[in-house]
């Protein structure tokens, strides 16, 4: 058994899982004794439960000042880097989107040293030609949710990150190239609208977001991107097409199988994005999400507290120490 002490937050490990130390204060240092901190984050979604071919591979137990996260975060080298996989909805798929702790998910990974995290889940299509099968790089986004907490901030602390372009230019690029590498179709660009769920769409919702210009849907990745803004940390999409959502006559009767089967085939494609993508990925950010907080922090820092400052150290530890 080992921890990793956080100020507010501590990370268990179950013994025999190996050993992990780590901690965070306002000027983030990681100190580690067996695993080292992983720089790429993979939260996989909807058929992404695990990661193949991860070598030394850990599982780590997360407590964070959030809660737990969905499940334990796995750690190991892919590639020669150092990665953590989180499955988003636990491992069995036993959080619905509305019921996951995405705080808890992504302070974790901000804990563990991720700078980045790669986003991969399953979306439906509202366009002719965004395929089931084909990947999509979402760049942009629209919050339908209504009844989740998408920020860290509040209890005393204002913050107001910008969010006009809510993903990492750069982690982007590498997505799109990983997966031009491995011969999957993949979309550069699109919008991805994010619903509350758990039902998927009625069909005036479809004609209505199809009328809007959106361009896929799903139910976490904006709540996601959000917070991660908040954490500094870059974000990146692949989101895989299983569906035409409802609003296609010539696929309105799809089977669950059919779904499923697609499911399937595109965790097996994004395995082999997700590799060339971790081999891909620049050791320097040429981005500007490290910064996210350097302006946006607008509470006088003398009104804010101790319990504050101790919860969100890992994240505004480098301004409010
Ligand atoms: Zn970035």
Redesign the pocket.
């Known amino acids: 058994m080992l921890r990793l002490g956080v100020t507010s937050a501590a990370i268990r490990i179950p013994a025999g899982k190996g050993t992990v130390a780590l901690k965070t204060g306002p000027k983030r240092t990681a100190k580690t004794s067996g695993t080292p901190p992983a720089s790429i984050a993979i939260i996989g979604g909807s058929g992404l439960y695990s990661i193949a071919g991860l070598s030394e591979a850990k599982e780590v137990r997360v407590k964070t000042p959030f809660g737990d996260p969905s499940d334990a975060i796995v750690t190991g080298l892919l590639e020669g880097k150092r990665v953590a996989f989180l499955a988003r909805h636990g491992r069995g798929h036993r959080f619905p989107p509305g019921e996951i702790n995405y705080r808890a998910n992504i302070y974790a990974l901000k804990l563990l040293g991720a700078d980045r995290i790669i986003s991969v889940s399953a979306v439906g299509s509202l366009r002719e030609e965004l395929a089931p099968g084909d990947f999509l790089v979402a760049d942009q986004f629209v919050d339908r949710t209504r009844h989740r907490v998408s920020t860290f901030f509040g209890a005393g602390l204002v913050a107001h990150v910008s969010f006009d372009k809510p993903t990492?230019p750069?982690?982007s690029r590498v997505l799109a190239d990983a997966s031009d590498l491995c011969g999957v179709k993949v979309h550069r660009k699109g919008t991805y609208i994010c619903m509350e769920g758990p039902q998927f769409s009625t069909l005036a919702e479809a004609h209505m977001h199809r009328a809007l210009g959106f361009d896929v849907i799903g139910m976490t990745n904006v709540t996601e991107a959000k917070l991660a803004r908040e954490a500094e940390l870059?974000y990146g999409v692949i989101a895989m097409i299983t569906d035409y959502d409802c609003w296609h006559p010539q696929h309105e009767s799809v089977t669950g199988a059919q779904i499923v089967a697609t499911l399937n085939q595109n965790a097996e494609k994004a395995q082999r994005v997700l590799r060339a993508a971790i081999k891909a990925v620049p050791r320097e950010?040429r981005?500007k999400?490290g910064a996210a907080l350097a302006h946006a922090l607008v509470t006088d820092p003398k009104c804010v507290s101790r319990a504050t400052r101790r919860r969100l150290a890992a994240i505004t530890g480098k301004y409010l120490p």
Do not use: A, F, I, L
């Open positions: 990492c750069e982690v870059c950010h981005c999400c």
